[in-house]
C-alpha cells in the first residue's frame, strides 16, 4: 500500500511533506508510512481518498484495477451540446490572445548530462600504531615490526 501512496505522490509531483499536508496529518506519520515502519491507518486512507477522489478506491486498497477511477457517464457527455455550456472562443478576442501560451508546456525536458567521474589514486597507509582500551579503563599499544627499520629493534 506504501508503494500506491508514493505513486499518487509521484504522480502529484509534490514532496511527502506537502502530500501529508494536503491530506492533514503530520508529516511524520507520513515517512513512517512511506518508510514501511507503519502501515497507513483507516484515517489516512479515507482521507487520501477525499482529497484525492480521482483515485480508485479498490486500487489504494487492494492493488486492482486502475490507479484512476474510470468515468461511467460517457454515454450522457453526448447528450450536452459542449457549445452551450462553453461558447467557442473568438480568435481576435483580446481576452483569449494568451491561450497559445497556456497551452505550451510549463517545463521544458533537459538532456541527461552524463558525467564520468575519476577517482584519484590514494598513497597505501601503513599501520603505525594499534592501540586497545579495556573496559576496566586499562590499554596495550602495538606497534607492527618493520622489516629493515633499525631503530625499533635497539
Do not use: C
Not at 508503494?3 to 511524520?28: H, L, V
Request: aromatic fraction near 8%; hydrophobic fraction near 35%; proline fraction near 6%.
Amino acid at each position: 500500500m506504501k508503494d500506491r501512496i508514493q505513486q499518487i505522490i509521484d504522480r502529484e509531483g509534490i514532496t511527502p511533506s506537502r502530500f501529508a499536508e494536503i491530506i492533514g496529518i503530520q508529516r511524520s506519520a507520513m515517512s513512517h508510512i512511506l518508510s514501511g515502519r507503519n502501515n497507513p491507518s483507516l484515517d489516512v486512507l479515507t482521507k487520501v481518498l477525499q482529497k484525492f477522489d480521482y483515485i480508485n478506491t479498490d486500487w489504494l486498497l487492494f492493488g486492482k484495477g486502475n490507479m484512476l477511477k474510470v468515468e461511467r457517464s460517457t454515454q450522457h457527455t453526448s447528450l450536452l451540446d459542449e457549445n452551450a455550456v462553453f461558447p467557442p472562443i473568438a480568435q481576435g478576442d483580446p481576452e483569449y490572445s494568451n491561450l497559445e501560451e497556456l497551452r505550451k508546456p510549463l517545463l521544458q525536458m533537459q538532456p541527461v548530462v552524463k558525467e564520468r567521474i575519476v577517482l584519484k589514486e590514494t598513497p597505501q597507509k601503513i599501520v603505525s600504531k594499534i592501540l586497545i582500551f579495556y573496559s576496566d579503563n586499562t590499554y596495550d599499544t602495538f606497534v607492527p615490526e618493520r622489516k629493515g627499520d633499525v631503530s625499533e629493534e635497539l
